[in-house]
């Protein structure tokens, strides 16, 4: 990897976001170095890419805070928490909950806007906040809040980039069970994986192809990376 063309993090900010961790627990990427640099450097933008994003985003963000009020009125809710920092598994965990509504019985809802498609690693990456938001609570010593349940709102876009109010979709996982069924056991030991991985100082070795290296971050700086696919269609009727 050539180091060089990347910005390196400042000191005691070297961390993950939940998202980036959540692709990888869904095998989305399963390049250990990607997450190794996501830890430490900061990755290049795209300007143009990330104002659309951001106008996309907003867009579903409010349907997403409208769905909340329609559907749970009596909620408390909180848009775009920053999330505080925690150590979790060999490496830091920071990230910025969409939304996050607390019942009058103290339960929260975990709540997410999706403008692209849709993904099992939302779900992952929802659960996160849960633990994240828990394990918060505990060390400054209040009660841990009882997590009831995560929602996701999608946005769809036509072909030209349109938004298209009439095709939001609300999902829900709700009750008593819901941070268990978004992040079951072996779903978490991958996390802890990922994150021992991610958090070491020895740079592992990167797993280069197609899948993982067509959207990476670092393939620029990556002398491994594999930008061509080389699958071609094979007959095996005759296996058949």
């Not at 060390?139 to 298209?164: M, R, T």
């Not at 939001?168 to 994150?195: A, C, M, N, Y």
């Not at 021992?196 to 971050?217: L, M, V, W």
Request: charged share 20%; glycine share 8%; aromatic share 10%.
């Amino acid at each position: 990897m050539d180091f060089s063309q990347f910005n390196r993090k400042a000191s005691g900010y070297e961390c993950l976001g939940p998202s980036v961790v959540a692709e990888a627990a869904s095998y989305a990427n399963s390049c250990n170095l990607s997450l190794w640099m996501s830890t430490r450097f900061k990755a290049p933008v795209d300007n143009d890419f990330l104002a659309k994003w951001e106008l996309r985003h907003t867009a579903v963000l409010n349907h997403l805070k409208l769905n909340i009020l329609d559907k749970f009125p009596h909620a408390e809710i909180d848009m775009e928490l920053p999330l505080q920092t925690v150590n979790l598994c060999g490496n830091k965990l920071f990230g910025v909950a969409d939304a996050v509504c607390k019942f009058p019985n103290g339960q929260l809802m975990v709540c997410d806007a999706k403008s692209g498609k849709k993904k099992l690693s939302h779900w992952i990456q929802v659960g996160l906040y849960g633990y994240m938001i828990q394990g918060v609570a505990r060390a400054k010593g209040a009660s841990v809040p009882e997590i009831c349940g995560f929602a996701l709102c999608y946005g769809n876009y036509d072909k030209e980039g349109g938004f298209n109010k009439n095709n939001i979709e609300f999902l829900t996982i709700t009750g008593p069970d819901s941070l268990t069924e978004v992040l079951p056991e072996p779903t978490r030991k991958r996390i802890r994986e990922i994150l021992a991985i991610s958090g070491s100082d020895e740079i592992p070795n990167p797993t280069p192809n197609f899948q993982n290296c067509r959207y990476c971050k670092w393939q620029d700086g990556c002398e491994q990376a594999v930008l061509e696919s080389s699958d071609q269609v094979v007959d095996v009727s005759d296996l058949f």
